[in-house]
């Protein structure tokens, strides 16, 4: 099981970036993804997270109206949109899967059994 992802880079804030993460050695599309970041020195934390239905999504309060998680089963991916950016924005962003099947959304980082590598997010001033 591999999750990749891609679409990080540097923006200046105000910006967008779409970040991307395909899954690939089993299927998911019976199971919540999620979306984590970690900045320096802090904790891994939530970003956002969607079902396996995609009815169903969860955003962080410091995300929400700005950023936009979706999902397609077909290609056994999963969409993190991301505008108006912030400094503050800038972390290791990390896609994560659930082993179990049509599970609630989880918020946890170890509600969630596959790990991607992480893509860098730099937001400048």
């Known amino acids: 099981v591999q999750l990749v992802e891609s679409g990080g880079g540097l923006v200046q804030a105000g910006g967008s970036l779409r970040l991307s993460c395909a899954a690939s050695?089993?299927?998911?599309?019976?199971?919540?993804l999620g979306w984590f970041r970690q900045a320096p020195g802090k904790e891994r934390e939530i970003v956002a997270a969607i079902s396996w239905s995609g009815h169903v999504t969860y955003y962080a309060d410091s995300v929400k109206g700005r950023f936009t998680i979706s999902r397609d089963n077909a290609k056994n991916t999963v969409y993190l949109q991301m505008n108006s950016l912030k400094p503050e924005d800038t972390a290791v962003y990390y896609c994560?899967?659930?082993?179990?099947?049509?599970?609630?959304?989880?918020?946890?980082?170890?509600?969630?059994?596959?790990w991607g590598q992480g893509t860098q997010v730099t937001v400048s001033s």
């Open positions: 050695g089993r299927t998911f599309s019976s199971a919540a």
């Open positions: 994560a899967a659930d082993r179990q099947q049509f599970t609630v959304v989880g918020v946890h980082s170890y509600e969630y059994d596959y």
